[in-house]
């Protein structure tokens, strides 16, 4: 078998068989290219788009100011926050990105809401603590942890 030169790889024929049924590789072709395309389409020079926005029912600038007051970075490491390089619970940045909280409930508004006011109701174990926070307090939080991308 002698290979030539010019043999190329040529994209699949787009026209039925002789049966009438279509090409199952004209079909695998589309495919690949709607992938493709729909790959591009999500990323901005490199860099991934900024989503969408998770609604708490609470404010990220006062759960800024919540963070601060509560002491929250003398534990964990929170981007945005002077000071807040604790390492005893984990890091914080992407927390919008998370899967889980605490390594095992649905990263959801509500659940996040709940954690943050009584995290051993959850996860009796936890070293979280209690910090007396509302609901609305820790609402303010969990819109600023959204924040984090």
């Known amino acids: 078998m002698r290979l030539s030169c010019d043999s190329r790889i040529n994209p699949p024929e787009f026209y039925p068989r002789r049966d009438g049924r279509a090409r199952l590789d004209h079909y695998a072709y589309l495919f690949a290219i709607a992938v493709a395309v729909g790959l591009m389409s999500s990323c901005v020079g490199g860099q991934m788009s900024g989503g969408y926005e998770i609604s708490t029912g609470g ?13 929250c970075g003398k534990c964990h490491m929170i981007p945005g926050i002077s000071g807040a390089n604790g390492v005893v619970g984990p890091p914080l940045n992407l927390f ?26 959850m996860k009796p174990k936890t070293a979280m603590p209690e910090l007396g926070i509302t609901e609305d307090q820790a609402r303010d939080v969990a819109a600023y942890l959204y924040t984090l991308r």
Request: glycine share 8%; aromatic share 10%; no cysteine.
């Open 96 to 121: 919008a990105r998370r899967t889980f909280i605490a390594g095992e409930f649905p990263n959801s508004p509500d659940n996040l809401t709940s954690w943050i006011m009584n995290p051993k109701s």
């Open 59 to 71: 404010d990220a600038h006062l759960g800024r100011q919540m963070i601060n007051q509560y002491g």
